[in-house]
């Protein structure tokens, strides 16, 4: 389950040079993923064949355009939990980062620790599915309202937000 939230990570970071080159691993990587719904595979299914069919240039400035230009749709999760002045925000930043920490999980990149790829990246190396849920249910508001967001605009990311939005909502199922 955990192989899921790597694949996420991937998808969701800044488009690099090598994931255009692995297009067709990465197909194949979606098609064995265990204890994935089809809905899901379907949903990553597409996306990568939305992606592979544009140059490098072009999927980063898609990325940009959805991300980086459009403040609604920023991947820093604190963005869309608290004002941007709000006081908590920073407090939340460094219980994050300690959290982190405090597993041995390193921040590389000099990236802030709510980067949602950051966060898949680190519920990945989790040993179990119900704890990477149970963490990733603190991320499902914000997934949510990231997903509405890319989702007013038809981006091809809104379908991987709501995969991290839905597996945030299994922990309540779970629970």
Known sequence: MTQVYKVLAVLLEYPRQELVESWDEMQ????????TSDEDKSRFTDFITWA??????QFQAKYVDSFDMTAENSLYLTYHLFD???RERGPALIQLSELYKSTGF??????????LPLILEYVSTMDDAASAQAFLKQTSQAADIIASNLEKNASPYAPLVR?????G???DIAA
């Open 52 to 57: 592979s069919g544009l140059t490098l240039t």
């Open 84 to 86: 941007e002045q709000d």
């Open 28 to 35: 194949q990587l979606v098609a064995t993923l265990a204890d």
């Open 163 to 167: 995969i991290v939005e839905s597996h």
């Open 169 to 171: 909502l299994l922990a």
């Open 106 to 115: 390193e921040i590389s990149d000099g990236e802030l620790p709510d980067y």
